[in-house]
């Protein structure tokens, strides 16, 4: 065991990481620790290549263990499974800026596997998840040009901070991934603000400072325990092969490509190569792997040349061009909203659909948040390219695209006060040539606003793209990038916000890194382009409708004290479950106390909430109640029902003074189930409630009213009182001077005493 332990600081916190100590069979293997979060990294690679394989098979997997945050997995088998889309989305970001690093030619299997063992949520993961694999990979046998190094930056209160904790995120007015070398930028994925072009840059410039420190780290840690590079046979297009095909197919390939017009171009690329197959048959017999590679890398330089040289793209525009728009909305009737966005031969079906607090996403991965109401969705059937396929469950580019979107789009999402609705966009791609991803954010800021959602801006996104040529110094950055310029370019950049600024980014680099200079021009280039689409997309719709669809629920949101939410659910749910019987609503209670109520009928849905309000609401002196008789003792009094769970006395002899005379029944004027309306007069001691009966609302006596003035009253028992005029000389009273204690009327029952 050759154990080895290295430091260093990042963002302010020691990093360690551990080799020579587990996982010895793995080709490069380490173990990251900081503070209590652990990430374990190993990389293996095949012996040789897969029969039949033309590409590079690198499969990069971050595995979630809810052991590291001390949770059972909530699935059946209490397992993990599937992935989370977070921990899929943190693949994605450990393979992108890897994966250009591998020598051409590689066929192998690469394994990358990063596995959180241990997290403190105040340290996120995921960075460390793409450091590690840079190491892994370094101090293997494996052929890689690295190392890269990674961070998250964020700007708190102006200032840029590398890998910001918890409270800091919540400040940040950006949150971005960077990966790079020591030279360049290889990957960015950002969500922001609303941020200017000049403090993205500057933050991932800010960022590139701290990886160089990581890529001299790591080129340490190589240095010291890193294994020889395997010497590797890697595929490569035979000489003979090569120089026949260019030679037979040059010109041919020229007036193929020398058409605007995407499906004619292919039709015509496609009879080149089954022209160059068959003239290449008998000569080249088991060799048509290399005539097909000889033709895309021909395809790849004449169409590169043509954009660097002549400033011509394959549909003949130029390179800050946007392809032509057109939007529409309300397509669909019965959603909540809906629109299409169109450019070029990208179409995007968007469809918003709101919910209830109960509808939003439950989270089961390392995060701190549990649950998310805005989710946005990304579908790409195989027939939006023209292909005949069965339909699958989304990949990871799927998942990809869609986090895309609702980075892009949460920003100006309304909070929770303001619009108490859980949000799901689902965006259906038609038709894809290129960036359908920002199709996707402009389709479906449109059908937010169709919905009558209130986001605080529309946001437009655009793809934009690199042709780099090394050798003759020479770059074009272009606008609005379609497939072919997708497939053959150098950078997939994607930018979308709002007219004020930047609110997500996604950079990925085929080539081995960007300087400043083409990320600053790239941003400049992509928010004029931003701007262009926004003002084709206002020009549909300019602002959310004031009104929500009439098929969509109607909810309204309060808060009560949490230690109430015990008397509105009650004892097995019994009185929100009557509350909704007799409502027709829906109702969500968060443990922080506030109240979520939906249902058609505006009507119902204030009545909800006026029976709740009353349930937590503390009695007093002069509230005026309507409720049912749930009780009766004839020689006390009855009881209603002045909220749920909570009851009133109207004593019998209160009950004298509203009929006008004495009674000596309560059942002569009240019976179980009547609904009156009583007025809250007094408390007891022990807290009992005693009620002063002003009208009975429903049963026999229904419409009778409180008629007393207060000039009788009808609860003093009468007896005849002495006779005035006997003078006896003592104070004019019988021979005793006062009644008989045995003749005096008995004291008349405390009204206050419920008992």
């Not at 945050?69 to 393979?95: C, N, Q, W």
């Not at 429903?698 to 009182?721: E, I, L, N, T, V």
Request: glycine fraction near 10%; include cysteine.
């Amino acid at each position: 065991m050759n154990y080895k332990v290295f430091e260093t600081e990042i963002g302010g916190r020691k990093v360690t990481v551990e080799t020579g100590k587990y996982a010895g069979q793995a080709n490069g293997s380490c173990i990251i620790r900081c503070g209590d979060t652990v990430v374990m990294t190993n990389v293996t690679m095949a012996e040789s290549p897969r029969p039949g394989m033309d590409y590079f098979p690198l499969g990069v997997d971050f595995e979630e263990k809810l052991y590291s945050i001390g949770k059972i997995p909530g699935s059946f088998k209490r397992r993990e499974g599937r992935g989370s889309d977070k921990a899929i989305l943190t693949s994605r970001l450990i393979d992108r800026p890897i994966r250009p690093l591998f020598p051409k030619g590689l066929f192998n299997d690469v394994s990358v596997v990063c596995t959180a063992l241990s997290v403190d949520t105040n340290i996120p993961p995921e960075v460390f998840g793409m450091l590690g694999s840079s190491i892994a990979l370094s101090i293997s046998d494996i052929p890689f040009a690295g190392p890269t190094g990674s961070v998250v930056v964020g700007c708190v209160d102006g200032k840029y901070v590398i890998n910001p904790d918890s409270e800091q995120r919540a400040k940040s007015t950006m949150h971005v991934y960077v990966s790079g070398t020591a030279d360049a930028i290889m990957m960015v994925e950002a969500g922001a603000n609303e941020i200017s072009e000049e403090e993205m840059l500057g933050g991932i410039l800010f960022a590139h400072k701290e990886i160089k420190k990581q890529v001299e780290f790591i080129k340490g840690i190589a240095k010291e325990i890193g294994k020889p590079k395997r010497e590797m046979e890697l595929y490569h297009i035979g000489e003979d092969v090569e120089k026949d095909v260019r030679k037979y197919a040059d010109k041919k390939l020229d007036k193929a490509l020398d058409e605007f017009d995407r499906t004619k171009r292919q039709e015509n690329q496609d009879e080149v190569q089954a022209d160059v197959m068959a003239h290449f048959k008998e000569k080249y017999e088991g060799r048509e792997r290399e005539i097909g590679d000889t033709l895309y890398y021909m395809t790849k330089e004449k169409v590169r040349a043509k954009i660097l040289d002549k400033g011509v793209r394959p549909d003949g525009r130029k390179t800050t061009d946007i392809r032509d728009i057109w939007c529409e909305v309300g397509v669909l009737p019965r959603t909540h909203g809906s629109a299409v966005f169109t450019r070029g031969q990208s179409q995007a079906l968007s469809i918003c659909t709101l919910g209830t607090a109960r509808d939003a996403q439950k989270l089961d991965n390392l995060d701190e948040e549990d649950s998310k109401r805005y989710m946005h969705q990304y579908n790409m059937p195989p027939y939006s390219t023209g292909e005949a396929k069965p339909l699958r469950a989304p990949g990871r580019r799927e998942i990809g695209h869609g986090a895309l979107a609702e980075r892009a789009l949460e920003p100006v999402i309304p909070s929770e006060e303001d619009f108490p609705y859980t949000i799901r966009v689902v965006s259906e791609i038609l038709s894809s040539n290129g960036s359908t991803s920002q199709a996707s954010v402009c389709g479906s800021t449109l059908s937010l606003m169709d919905a009558g959602v209130p986001i605080k801006a529309p946001v437009a996104g655009i793809a934009m793209g690199l042709i780099k040529d090394e050798d003759k110094k020479k770059l074009a950055i272009l606008s609005d990038i379609q497939g072919l310029e997708d497939f053959l370019g150098d950078m997939d950049f994607k930018v979308a916000g709002t007219e004020k600024g930047i609110t997500a980014i996604q950079m990925d680099i085929k080539i081995k890194g960007i300087d400043e200079q083409i990320l600053r021009t790239a941003l400049e280039q992509a928010r004029q382009g931003r701007l262009h689409i926004l003002g084709k997309m206002l020009a549909v719709l300019d602002k959310p409708r004031p009104e929500l669809s009439q098929y969509a629920p109607k909810i309204i949101m309060f808060n009560i004290d949490p230690e109430k939410i015990g008397d509105v659910i009650g004892k097995q749910g019994k009185v929100i479950n009557k509350i909704v019987e007799d409502t027709g609503v829906k109702i969500d209670i968060e443990e922080d106390g506030r109240v979520f109520i939906a249902g058609v009928d505006p009507e119902m849905t204030e009545k909800a909430k006026q029976i709740i309000l009353a349930i937590v609401k503390d009695p007093e002196i002069g509230d005026i109640c309507e409720g049912p008789v749930v009780t009766i003792r004839d020689e006390l009094g009855a009881f209603v029902e002045i909220s749920p769970n909570r009851d009133g006395m109207v004593h019998v002899a209160k009950l004298g003074r509203f009929a006008g005379k004495r009674l000596d029944n309560v059942s002569d004027i009240l019976a179980v189930g009547d609904t009156v309306k009583v007025e809250i007069v007094s408390f007891t001691k022990q807290g009992k409630i005693d009620l002063k009966l002003l009208e009975i609302l429903s049963g026999y006596h229904a419409g009778m009213q409180s008629a007393d003035d207060g000039s009788k009253d009808f609860d003093r028992p009468r007896k005849d009182r002495p006779q005035h005029g006997d003078k006896d000389g003592k104070g004019g009273r019988g021979k005793g001077g006062r009644d008989d204690k045995h003749d005096r009327p008995k004291k008349r029952d405390n009204a206050d005493n419920n008992d």
